[in-house]
C-alpha cells in the first residue's frame, strides 16, 4: 500500500458506513430520514469526530494528513448539519456537477470586459443554475422574469426567483 495513507484509508471507510445509511434513506420522508441519521449516523459521525481528534494528535505538523484532518476539523459543524435537517444531502455532489461546465469555463470568462460585466455574467449563470435545479427550462425562465420584470412590482420580486417562479399566465381567450 505504497504512497497511501492508513489513516485516510480508515476515514474512506467511516464515510462509506454513512454513505450506506444514505442509500437506504433515499426514498424516506425528510423527516424519516432524519430520523435514520440521528439514530445511525450521528453515532458514526460522533466516533469519526473523536477519532480524527486522536489522530490530529499523532501526525505531525504540516503533512498532508494532518492539514486534511485540520480542514475537517475546523468545518466540524458544516460537515455535521445534514444530520439535523433530513432535507440537506450529505454531500454537494448534485451542485458540484451542475457546476463543472461553469468552472471549466472560468478562463474563458476570466477577461469579461470588467469586474460590472463579470458580477453580472456571474449573476445571469447563478440563475440559469437555479432555474435547472428548479426544474425549469432556463431560456423559458429568463424569457418570461426578463419580460416581466421591468412592470413587476418591486415588493413582490421575489415572486421570480427560480424556486418561487410560476410562468405567467396569459389573460387573452
Do not use: C
Not at 25 to 34: E, G, I, P
Amino acid at each position: 500500500m505504497s504512497g497511501k495513507s492508513q489513516i485516510a484509508g480508515q476515514a474512506v471507510e467511516t464515510i462509506k458506513q454513512l454513505y450506506r445509511v444514505e442509500h437506504e434513506a433515499r426514498d424516506l420522508t425528510a423527516d424519516d430520514r432524519q430520523q435514520l441519521r440521528q439514530d445511525r449516523s450521528k453515532p458514526i459521525m460522533d466516533a469519526l469526530h473523536e477519532w480524527m481528534q486522536a489522530q490530529r494528535l499523532q501526525v505531525p505538523e504540516g503533512t498532508a494528513i494532518a492539514n486534511a484532518l485540520d480542514y475537517s476539523l475546523k468545518r466540524w459543524a458544516a460537515l455535521t448539519r445534514y444530520l439535523d435537517d433530513g432535507a440537506i444531502p450529505i454531500d454537494n455532489n448534485r451542485v458540484e456537477n451542475l457546476i463543472r461546465p461553469w468552472a471549466l469555463g472560468r478562463k474563458n470568462w476570466l477577461f469579461a470586459g470588467s469586474l460590472r460585466s463579470g458580477r453580472r455574467a456571474a449573476a445571469i449563470m447563478s440563475l440559469i443554475q437555479s432555474a435547472k435545479l428548479n426544474g425549469h427550462e432556463p431560456y423559458a425562465y429568463l424569457k418570461d422574469v426578463l419580460t416581466r420584470l421591468p412592470t413587476h412590482k418591486a415588493s413582490a420580486i421575489d415572486e421570480l426567483l427560480p424556486h418561487t417562479w410560476q410562468p405567467a399566465t396569459s389573460d387573452k381567450a
